[in-house]
């Protein structure tokens, strides 16, 4: 978990510090744009319209209805002649950002319209009815501005109003942890930003700055998500085959390439059934992953991977594919039926250092084949097709070993 944690750390921290140096570069007037506050004005709404085409393109559902009610907020914020009747109370419709960016970044990409859409639209038709006959209640407005912490002065925000701002981010943070999407994550950026727009009581021009950078966070983070989907294999998290023939056409004059296979796969999966064989496969890529000296792994198809290394020659590779391959040998990996199978690392951790009778220990293997760009072997296709023969050598002289 402290893993995940540096990770998400590190993932927001690059584009936290770009936009506080544009805010407070604007905010502190080193950056004169009031001559450009009408075009600014705008250029939410269209940024928005295009993340919302953006996200219909490559069917991300949930970042459409997050779109729609941040170009509400947009609507409200500049007073549109037509929402000005509205008149929402500035603290409830903070909150109820906050609760629309969470409640939709949990939801799943479903259908756009339909049943799923519908329940999404009169959600934040509820949320408008809400602000709409709360606007001007004293007893929220009380409630909102209870203090917990005498003389505790937060700026623009009540304590109550940090409270629940806190709980959002967090549960953006253990969102993206759990399941990494670029999207998540700028959603998070977002409501950190509203949360500190609201702390320090931004002004207008900063406001509008910072609708124009959701909206380019958003188109962002869709086009992100859908490039991993399509280049990354969901099982193992390598890339894909897609990506590998894309990275083709980059290489230079000199690389090698190494089809990989697990050993007895098919006898392995018969054996123990598909859910420990996708273990097996998740297994052998995090350790393929771990190659050395400048390689590259990929998740060919099936139970095949291949590596590439840009740059290298055969015999600067083969060191780095026998760790690799002695890494996986050695792994001793213990087959429980799913009902044994611990639901976490630390569980499952301390139970392989037990001796566990019920359960068996197995070993996994690969064969390698390998071939570098040279001589008559100009195309890619024909280094993998000179790759693919020396892993059927491998195959044949025994399998647990690697071939040129």
């Known amino acids: ?97 906050l609760f629309i960016l969470v409640l939709f970044t949990f939801d799943q990409n479903k259908t756009i319209w339909g049943r799923h859409g519908l329940i ?49 981010l967090l ?27 609201k702390l320090i009581d931004a002004e207008v021009l900063t406001h509008l700055v910072a609708f124009s950078v959701f909206g380019l966070l958003l188109i962002q983070g869709v086009l992100t998500d859908s490039y991993q989907m399509a280049f990354s294999d969901e099982l193992t998290g390598l890339s894909a085959r897609r990506a590998l023939l894309q990275s083709s056409i980059s ?12 050993d007895h796969f098919k006898k392995f999966n018969d054996t123990y059934g598909h859910d420990v064989g996708d273990q097996v496969l998740k297994l052998v890529a995090s350790k393929i992953n771990e190659i050395k000296g400048g390689g590259k792994a990929y998740r060919y198809g099936g139970e095949e991977f291949t590596i590439v290394f840009p740059n290298k020659s055969v015999n600067y590779a083969i060191p780095y594919l026998e760790q690799v391959r002695e890494s996986i040998a050695i792994y001793a990996m213990t087959i429980r039926d799913n009902n044994e199978r611990p639901d976490d690392s630390k569980t499952g951790k301390s139970q392989r250092s037990k001796n566990d009778t019920s359960s068996k220990v197995v070993n996994v293997t690969i064969s390698i084949g390998v071939a570098e760009r040279e001589g008559e072997l100009k195309d890619f296709d024909q280094v993998m097709k000179q790759a693919d023969e020396a892993l059927y050598r491998a195959k044949q002289a025994g399998r647990n070993c690697l071939a040129e």
């Not at 007893?139 to 203090?147: A, K």
């Not at 290489?251 to 697990?262: E, Q």
């Open 171 to 197: 549960m953006l943070a253990v969102k993206h942890i759990l399941s990494p999407s670029k999207t998540v994550l700028n959603t998070w950026v977002i409501a950190f930003f509203l949360v500190y727009f």
């Open 251 to 262: 290489l230079g004059k000199k690389y090698t390439i190494a089809m990989l296979d697990v």
């Open 1 to 97: 978990m402290n893993y995940l944690v540096s990770n998400f750390i590190k993932a927001v921290s690059v584009p936290v510090i770009l936009i506080f140096a544009l805010f407070l570069i604007v905010q502190n007037g080193m950056l004169d744009l009031t001559v450009w506050q009408e075009l600014l004005t705008q250029t939410p709404m269209l940024l928005f319209i295009g993340a919302i085409v953006v996200a219909l393109r490559f069917k991300q559902s949930r970042v459409i209805y997050i779109l729609l009610f941040l170009l509400l907020s947009w609507a409200l914020f500049v007073e549109i002649d037509h929402f000005k009747y509205l008149n929402f109370s500035p603290s409830l419709w903070f909150l109820s950002q």
């Open 120 to 168: 999404r639209a009169l959600i934040i038709l509820a949320v408008i009815l809400v602000n709409y006959r709360f606007n001007q209640s004293i007893t929220l407005h009380q409630f909102l501005n209870t203090e917990f912490i005498a003389d505790l002065h937060l700026g623009g925000m009540t304590q109550i109003e940090l409270v629940l701002s806190v709980l959002a």
